[in-house]
Nanobody, 125 residues
Framework: QVQLVESGGGSVQPGESLRLSCAAS????????MGWVRQPPGKGVEWVSA????????KYADSVKGRVTISRDNARSTLYLQMSSLKSEDTAVYFC??????????????????RGKGTQVTVSS
């Protein structure tokens, strides 16, 4: 079955960086767009970023554009999210997600069919 396991979250100060990782298994990782969504405390799930199956195309939410980079290593079935210049409003549980369809870019939360259990990112001074 599909398994997505996130790691790399933590507590940091504003302006610092974090790199999230997601180990995927149970499906052909290289065949699907992947992405990250997040859920801030007390709010709904927000789409953050997506990458196509080959890692050639990426897309970002306006709130994180210029501060995060999504990437993938298909040989290792691993997805990454490099986050820099973190702000307090980036505080959330971050989830790795698999796209429902094996092509294109998953540009919205409802275009994903599986999510991991998430990793907490807290940005606070």
């Amino acid at each position: 079955q599909v398994q997505l396991v996130e790691s790399g979250g933590g507590s940091v100060q504003p302006g610092e960086s974090l790199r999230l990782s997601c180990a995927a298994s149970g499906f052909t990782f290289s065949g699907y767009s992947m992405g990250w969504v997040r859920q801030p405390p007390g709010k709904g799930v927000e789409w953050v970023s997506a990458i196509d199956s080959g890692g050639r195309s990426t897309k970002y939410a306006d709130s994180v554009k210029g501060r995060v980079t999504i990437s993938r290593d298909n040989a290792r079935s691993t997805l990454y999210l490099q986050m820099s210049s973190l702000k307090s409003e980036d505080t959330a549980v971050y989830f790795c997600a698999k796209a429902r369809r094996p092509y294109g870019l998953a540009g919205a939360t409802d275009e994903f069919d599986y999510r991991g259990k998430g990793t907490q990112v807290t940005v606070s001074s």
